[in-house]
């Protein structure tokens, strides 16, 4: 399947993903190098936001002299128009307290900005080349979900429900998703897993549970014509279970 796969952009990105959770942007920035004509046109703030955390760094680590060095480096080409405002705040690190609680400079001294950037240059880099921001199975995979969640879904994600919005490995993905619009009623077993039809009446108990004719004949079969309710533990005879009928 290779020749069919875009992998190279994948290929790439995974070891400078990587990098950058760790706190390492050398490879970012040798990317953002490579790429500059194209982020430039983009009107990226990808490599200066990179540039400016090489800073904090310095000034966390206390290289105080180091730190004006490498501003004076990088920043002095791009210290105008909307970099500037963001320079300036990052240079009076240099005169705050490491341990401030004084906005925006705690936020610049977070460990977490390093998962920001992360985050980012994984936008740009789809950005580039031409890549949504999330995978097209994602995207897939939502939209089904989506179409089959109903109001109950999430209430009990359940292995045996055939409805893949209520298994537990997808439930916390439908969870967040809208519920989708059914015009008729469908009722699947919390026991069996299956449809619950003409064929496969459902009963109720008297606790007000539901389940299919199947799974409550299996239940009962087993223990004696006493049919204990999965969800309460309740246990009833089968005689004092009713039909109920799908509006």
Same mark, same amino acid.
Request: proline share 6%; aromatic share 4%; hydrophobic share 40%.
């Given at each position: ?20 959770? @760790? ?16 982020? *430039? &046109? ?30 004076? &480096? ?20 240099l005169v705050v307290r490491r341990d401030t609680n004084m906005q925006p400079y705690k936020h610049m001294l977070e460990v977490g900005r390093w998962e920001e950037l992360a985050r980012e240059w994984k936008a ?24 089959? *969640?109903?109001? @109950? ?95």
């Amino acid at each position: 399947l290779d020749p069919l796969l875009d992998l190279d952009p994948f290929l790439q990105a995974s070891p400078i993903v990587q990098a950058l959770s @760790t706190g390492d942007c050398k490879g970012a920035l040798r990317w953002c190098h490579a790429n500059r004509q194209r982020l *430039k &046109k983009a009107k990226s703030s990808l490599e200066l936001h990179l540039r400016l955390q090489d800073f904090v760094e310095l000034v966390r680590a206390d290289n105080l002299q180091e730190a004006v060095a490498y501003a004076r &480096k990088h920043f002095a080409a791009i210290a105008r128009g909307p970099n500037l405002h963001a320079i300036k705040r990052h240079m009076a690190l240099l005169v705050v307290r490491r341990d401030t609680n004084m906005q925006p400079y705690k936020h610049m001294l977070e460990v977490g900005r390093w998962e920001e950037l992360a985050r980012e240059w994984k936008a740009e880099n789809c950005m580039l080349h031409g890549l949504p921001p999330h995978s097209l199975l994602a995207l897939s995979l939502c939209a089904g979900l989506t179409c089959l *969640k109903s109001a @109950t879904c999430h209430e009990e994600p359940s292995e045996t429900s055939a409805c893949p919005a209520c298994n537990p490995l997808l439930a916390h993905i439908a969870k967040s998703l809208p519920f989708a619009h059914h015009m008729h009623s469908s009722l699947v077993c919390a026991i069996s897993g299956k449809l619950m039809d003409h064929d496969n009446p459902p009963l109720a108990l008297p606790n007000g549970q539901v389940y299919s004719t199947e799974a409550i004949l299996e239940l009962a079969a087993n223990n004696m014509g006493m049919v204990v309710c999965p969800r309460t533990g309740e246990e009833f005879p089968l005689q004092q279970l009713r039909k109920a009928f799908i509006s």
